[in-house]
């Protein structure tokens, strides 16, 4: 079932071939099926619920492990994600540069997730936080 839907998304299947080197073949579909069910998957994210949209399921523990125990390195593949993120801007930015075109360029940073805290800052509404579990 996932390679059915990496050939037909061949640029997620070239995403995911970013992080072969870092992953060993049981890691490799562990990775491919997870990414595959946070798609799909339209439930609570938790790891049984990705479990049970998976076309094959695995045992429960064996996802567990993979995203608890497994040998990887969050920062390295944040890393390697950063990197290919930046070359398919540049790629963007020269594409439009040779037919002389400027592109407005704009950073966008979520900060939903950062605590606020005042009551002097402007627009300021009541947001659910996540964190607190409370508005």
């Not at 094959?56 to 290919?84: K, M, N, T, V, Y």
């Amino acid at each position: 079932m996932t390679a059915t839907i990496l050939k037909r998304w061949p640029r997620f299947g070239n995403w995911l071939a970013l992080f072969e080197a870092k992953l060993g073949k049981p890691a490799q579909r562990h990775l491919v099926a997870l990414l595959i069910a946070f798609i799909i998957y339209d439930g609570r994210k938790n790891l049984a619920g990705l479990n049970r949209a998976l076309y094959a399921p695995c045992h429960l523990s064996s996802l567990h492990r993979f995203i608890g125990e497994a040998d990887w390195d969050e920062r390295e593949f944040e890393q390697i994600r950063l990197e290919e993120l930046s070359r398919h801007v540049r790629l963007y930015l020269q594409h439009h540069r040779i037919k002389g075109v400027n592109i407005p360029a704009f950073l966008c940073i979520d900060d939903t997730n950062n605590p606020k805290s005042g009551t002097q800052t402007q627009w300021a509404t009541y947001q659910y936080s996540h964190l607190a579990g409370r508005a």
